[in-house]
């Protein structure tokens, strides 16, 4: 079956500590996203990028980094300079230009201790 | 600039009554506007999505919704709750010309279904 992957569900980690979380998708989609969710805040977008090797900061970028080297892969790095890493986070995947449709993983949930 | 305001943080309904969401937007531009369900831990789904054909849209699960454009609106509704509704809805919002990057999610609204 065609998706998104998304691991490890949940990851704890302490403070000063760089995270990557993986996201992998099997639809052939050109394009990806990288949201995070608080509760009461709804979806905040990180980045996104539009074809390999190209990606675009989202409206929270501060702390985070990207990389997007092959079509099916787009981890997203959680780093010490993120003031407040602890949410849930969320990959998505569309096809390149289209009307907004999103498809989701399932999420992975950083704690910060 | 675009923005979405879902009304009511929580909902809840009794089971086999009518559920309905509210939803209003803004845009400078014709919109095309989504609703997303997401259940506890999991990622979001489209329940359905307005793109300027039909202003009355049926999505998945018995869910259905119309663009009023006069009232800047697009409430979900479902005839009659089911326990299995129970869950969180996103509005959503995006420029046709602009596509997903610049997709604006309401706040979210969480369906409680009593028995």
């Known amino acids: 079956d065609g998706g998104i992957t998304q691991s490890p569900k949940y990851l704890f980690r302490k403070e000063g500590q760089n995270v990557t979380l993986s996201c992998e998708q099997n639809?052939?989609?050109?394009?990806m996203y990288w949201y995070r969710q608080d509760p009461g805040q709804g979806l905040r977008l990180i980045y996104y990028?539009?074809?390999?090797?190209?990606?675009q900061k989202g409206d929270i970028a501060e702390g985070y980094s990207v990389s997007r080297e092959k079509k099916e892969s787009f981890p997203l790095t959680v780093t010490s300079a993120q003031k407040n890493p602890t949410a849930f986070y969320l990959c998505?995947?569309?096809?390149?230009?289209?009307?907004?449709?999103?498809?989701f993983g399932e999420g992975s949930r950083l704690t910060v201790l | 600039a675009q923005s979405v305001t879902q009304l009511g943080s929580h909902v809840s309904v009794s089971e086999g009554a009518l559920v309905l969401l509210r939803c209003n937007y803004s845009?400078?531009?014709?919109?095309?506007l989504f609703w997303y369900v997401q259940y506890p831990n999991q990622g979001l789904q489209l329940l359905l999505k307005?793109?300027?054909?039909?202003?009355l849209v049926k999505g998945i699960n018995g869910f259905e919704a119309e663009f009023k454009k006069s009232e800047t609106s697009f409430h979900l509704t479902k005839p009659s709750a089911h326990m299995s509704d129970a869950a969180e809805y996103f509005c959503?919002?995006?420029?046709?010309?602009?596509?997903?990057?610049?997709?604006?999610f309401g706040q979210g609204t969480r369906l409680t279904i009593n028995p």
């Open positions: 845009s400078s531009v014709p919109p095309y």
């Open positions: 307005y793109t300027s054909a039909a202003t």
């Open positions: 990028s539009q074809i390999v090797n190209d990606f």
């Open positions: 639809l052939n989609h050109d394009a």
């Open positions: 959503a919002v995006s420029d046709p010309q602009q596509g997903a990057q610049k997709l604006v």
């Open positions: 998505a995947s569309s096809l390149h230009r289209n009307t907004g449709e999103l498809f």
